[in-house]
């Protein structure tokens, strides 16, 4: 089974508007952390928002939030606002350990967000 | 603040030869490193993970003795991609971890022609 699920492959979002990206995930560990990146086409990953298993509130971040509902098992990234700059690959990531050096990250596929002027 | 540093961004090299990939770790200690790769228009699959002074630990089915990785200090880890072959080219890309700071490196991409 996958442990982290990207079900939109590719987006396109007016500008300005909000858009929401969404990730699920499967684990048994009850720590864990869920990241989101943003990889442009220079292929460098950005780190965007990180939700603690046990963080009681939402991640916020400028205008990137994270839905997060435990029990649905869902981590969803909410980007305000969309910008043409927003225009990249969007991965979610879950890390299942807090042990050091025992910090893997598994990867979804990825959502292609288009943003049209 | 502390970033990964990676050498070289990008790389061609003929088939049949070794290229080395080195990631710096600056301003802070890597004490595990984990190597990446990603075929275009995929997502990154865990190749290994290294932590500084010990033998790497390679993801099922990948080839050990094809990618060879060396952490000999928290600041620095190498990946060397031995005999070079086209299927060999992809996105590299390593992150470093250490204590609760964790960074990606920028990348590099390897063309064997």
């Known amino acids: 089974a996958q442990k982290i699920t990207q079900t939109q492959p590719g987006m396109f979002v007016q500008e300005k508007e909000a858009v929401t990206l969404d990730c699920t995930y499967d684990t048994s560990d009850p720590s864990y952390g869920l990241f989101w990146y943003k990889q442009p086409s220079s292929g460098e990953m950005i780190f965007l928002i990180y939700?603690?298993?046990?963080?009681?509130q939402n991640a916020t971040e400028g205008r990137y939030s994270l839905n997060f509902q435990k029990a649905r098992k869902s981590a969803n990234l909410v980007i305000s606002a969309s910008q043409l700059g927003d225009s990249a690959m969007y991965f979610c990531?879950?890390?299942?350990?807090?042990?050091?050096?025992?910090?893997?990250?598994?990867f979804g596929t990825g959502t292609r967000l288009t943003i049209i002027p | 603040g502390a970033v990964v540093s990676q050498h070289p961004s990008w790389v061609i090299c003929k088939s049949g030869t070794s290229v080395k990939i080195e990631c710096r770790s600056l301003?802070?200690?890597?004490?595990?490193m984990f190597w990446y790769r990603q075929f275009p228009k995929q997502s990154l699959m865990l190749m290994a993970t290294?932590?500084?002074?010990?033998?790497?630990?390679?993801e099922q089915g990948v080839e050990k003795d094809k990618f060879l990785i060396n952490h000999a200090s928290l600041t620095l880890s190498t990946l060397t991609v031995t005999s070079a072959h086209p299927e060999d080219s992809s996105f590299y890309i390593c992150?470093?971890?250490?204590?609760?700071?964790?960074?990606f490196g920028p990348g590099t991409r390897l063309t064997v022609t």
């Open positions: 939700q603690g298993s046990y963080d009681q």
């Open positions: 301003d802070f200690q890597a004490t595990t």
């Open positions: 992150r470093g971890t250490g204590g609760y700071e964790q960074y």
């Open positions: 290294s932590n500084e002074g010990s033998k790497a630990t390679y």
């Open positions: 990531a879950m890390r299942e350990s807090i042990d050091f050096g025992n910090e893997k990250l598994t």
